[in-house]
T-cell receptor, first 116, second 112 residues
Framework: GAVVSQHPSRVICKSGTSVKIECRSL??????MFWYRQFPKQSLMLMAT?????????EQGVEKDKFLINHASLTLSTLTVTSAHPEDSSFYIC????????????FGPGTRLTVL | RKEVEQDPGPFNVPEGATVAFNCTYS??????FFWYRQDCRKEPKLLMS?????NEDGRFTAQLNRASQYISLLIRDSKLSDSATYLC?????????????WGLGTSLAVNP
């Protein structure tokens, strides 16, 4: 149980385009979903926390207008990287929590974004 | 002191060796701790949770030292499949949000 999927697993796009990443909890309802970014040889950095039906809470330094998060249902959250640039190239990972507690998170397999 | 700090390694050990990683944390109020394992280009996977003095699961033992604010992970009888990056994670209550603070990870390579 507690499976989280992400789509796409890998995406290559041109600079200036927008990319949408989907995160789905397949066998449970996720009150809270988290979006992380990980650059090579660096730690996971939390970008934002989203609760179903409400606006996401962004971490300091993360532009909410650039990284649009929608959590329209208890099983789906999306992250849209708008006007992507090469520096946005990274490994984006989502996680989901049943209880809303950060302690118990189930991670998706990640999406590798490369912006040319 | 960084919120969560780990020796990045890499640790290169032969099969069958015992290896230990340390992780220090800055928030003395932290009550729970986690060790995750991350393989290259994959998502992190929970290896072990630590809520009291320690935890043991097969070849893996985690110990918590609250006085010195560090947790350790001991791997006995290392297998080739143990090669990965081990991430120390500490929940943080920052403002109204509870979130996970991730260490940089310690890289382990188990050699035949």
């Amino acid at each position: 149980g507690a499976v989280v999927s992400q789509h796409p697993s890998r995406v290559i796009c041109k600079s200036g385009t927008s990319v949408k990443i989907e995160c789905r909890s397949l066998d449970f309802q996720a009150t809270t979903m988290f979006w992380y970014r990980q650059f090579p040889k660096q730690s996971l950095m939390l970008m934002a926390t989203s609760n179903e039906g409400s606006k996401a809470t962004y971490e300091q330094g993360v532009e909410k207008d650039k990284f649009l998060i929608n959590h329209a249902s208890l099983t789906l959250s999306t992250l849209t990287v708008t006007s992507a640039h090469p520096e946005d190239s990274s490994f984006y990972i989502c996680s989901a929590s049943v209880s809303g507690l950060a302690d118990t998170q189930y991670f998706g397999p990640g999406t590798r974004l490369t912006v040319l | 002191r960084k919120e969560v700090e780990q020796d990045p390694g890499p640790f290169n050990v032969p099969e069958g060796a015992t290896v230990a990683f340390n992780c220090t944390y800055s928030n003395s109020a932290s009550q729970s701790f986690f060790w995750y394992r991350q393989d290259c280009r994959k998502e992190p996977k929970l290896l072990m949770s630590v809520y009291s003095s320690g935890n043991e699961d097969g070849r893996f033992t985690a110990q918590l030292n609250r006085a010195s604010q560090y947790i350790s992970l001991l791997i006995r009888d290392s297998k080739l499949s143990d090669s990965a990056t081990y991430l120390c994670v500490v929940p943080s209550n920052a403002g109204n949000n509870r979130k996970l603070i991730w260490g940089l990870g310690t890289s382990l390579a188990v050699n035949p």
